[in-house]
Every structure is written in structure tokens, then in C-alpha cells.
T-cell receptor, first 113, second 116 residues
Framework: AAGVIQSPRHLIKEKRETATLKCYPI?????VYWYQQGPGQDPQFLIS???????DKGSIPDRFSAQQFSDYHSELNMSSLELGDSALYFCASSRDLAREKLFFGSGTQLSVL | SQQGEEDPQALSIQEGENATMNCSYKTSINNLQWYRQNSGRGLVHLILIRSNEREKHSGRLRVTLDTSKKSSSLLITASRAADTASYFC????????????????FGKGTKLTVNP
């Protein structure tokens, strides 16, 4: 069965650079969630989209932005990267804002040097 | 803010033993879920328990929920080396139309090691 696809799997950037993370939800899933997980930490909610509109916002820095496109894939844009942005970034999807079971991708490991 | 807190933070047991992990949260919830994460990988949904349920079983998993104490426990029976992973609880407070939010809030997780 198709799963949530995230790309790239690994990303290495320098401080002050920009990065774009992509997420392709499971087919027919219209809701996407982004989470950030630091080493040894719990996943922290960043932002979510339902039907291409932002549905909720968490601890996402102003340097980050995200959107959901007409094909329901989502992109997380990160600018002016800082060392503290190094983390595993997960995307999860569900259908109709249903939070009873989120399907997670394998994540993008971002390292800022 | 609503936050699940797991204890213990780390648990090491022998194969065949039972593992119990606990989670506490702060606000009212619609449901509570448990997820498993292998090192550096995505989270996998294990089981969901609704606020009006007290206990639920799925295979070797048993989840309890005490809404009066705002706590939940996950029991893995007859553990196997393959159960080695981090386990997180996540709470859903019902969505914006119920005064909540459209997100799951994760706790800090318990790192379980099952030794062969």
C-alpha cells in the first residue's frame, strides 16, 4: 500500500541557507501535518493543512513557511537556517482532518552546519 | 498547554517480560493514541483509546485510560527483541469545533530496550 513519501531523506545545509522539504500524502488523504523532532525529543507540531488551507499552527518559526498544493502534496520552506533547526522533520497525513490515525513518512533528517 | 508526559523515559527488560509505559496529560481529550518509533524512522500508529473507554486490547498490547487522573498506560506482554523502539503517547483534544485544535500533541516518549 502507498505510504507517505518525504523527500529528501537527508539534507545538509549551511547556516543562513534555505531548504525545502516535500511531502506526498497517501492518495485520497487531504490533510497534512508537519512535525519537528530534535535528537531524543518528542515530535513538536509545526503546522497542518486541510484541503489546501492552513488548519492549525504550532511552534513554527517565522522563518519557516509551508503550503499545500492542488495535488495535496505539501512543502515546508525554511529560510535563514540556524544550527538549532537541525532535526528530523516528519510529515503525516490523514483524511478529513481525522486525527484518529496519522500516517507518518520516514522523515527528512536536516543537518545545519 | 496540553502535553503528554511519559514515564519511564527509558526501560530495559529481558525478552518474554512485560513492559509497562505510562503517559500523563493536562487537558481534556477526545482520544489518546500510542505510537511506536524505531530509531530515526517515522512513527507508526499502534492503538487508540477514546475518552469514554477504560481499556483496550490489540494483540500483545493493552492500553488503559483514566480520565480522572489524566493518565494512560501501555502494556506490552511477552516482549520480543523486535519490540525495541521508542513509544509515544499522543492526545487529541477534539478539533477546533470542540474548542480544541487540529493536531495531535505528543509526549516525550519511553525508550524501550528488549534484550534477547
Amino acid at each position: 500500500a502507498a505510504g507517505v513519501i518525504q523527500s529528501p531523506r537527508h539534507l545538509i545545509k549551511e547556516k543562513r541557507e534555505t531548504a525545502t522539504l516535500k511531502c506526498y500524502p497517501i492518495p485520497r488523504h487531504d490533510t497534512v501535518y508537519w512535525y519537528q523532532q530534535g535528537p531524543g525529543q518528542d515530535p513538536q507540531f509545526l503546522i497542518s493543512f486541510y484541503e489546501k488551507m492552513q488548519s492549525d499552527k504550532g511552534s513554527i518559526p517565522d522563518r519557516f513557511s509551508a503550503q499545500q498544493f492542488s495535488d495535496y502534496h505539501s512543502e515546508l520552506n525554511m529560510s535563514s537556517l540556524e544550527l538549532g533547526d537541525s532535526a528530523l522533520y516528519f510529515c503525516a497525513s490523514s483524511r478529513d482532518l481525522a486525527r484518529e490515525k496519522l500516517f507518518f513518512g520516514s522523515g527528512t533528517q536536516l543537518s545545519v552546519l | 498547554s496540553q502535553q503528554g508526559e511519559e514515564d519511564p523515559q527509558a526501560l530495559s527488560i529481558q525478552e518474554g517480560e512485560n513492559a509497562t509505559m505510562n503517559c500523563s496529560y493536562k487537558t481534556s481529550i477526545n482520544n489518546l493514541q500510542w505510537y511506536r518509533q524505531n530509531s530515526g524512522r517515522g512513527l507508526v500508529h499502534l492503538i487508540l483509546i477514546r475518552s469514554n473507554e477504560r481499556e483496550k486490547h490489540s494483540g500483545r498490547l493493552r492500553v488503559t485510560l483514566d480520565t480522572s487522573k489524566k493518565s494512560s498506560s501501555l502494556l506490552i506482554t511477552a516482549s520480543r527483541a523486535a519490540d525495541t523502539a521508542s513509544y509515544f503517547c499522543a492526545t487529541d483534544n477534539g478539533g477546533v469545533d470542540k474548542g480544541g485544535s487540529e493536531k495531535l500533541v505528543f509526549g516525550k516518549g519511553t525508550k524501550l530496550t528488549v534484550n534477547p
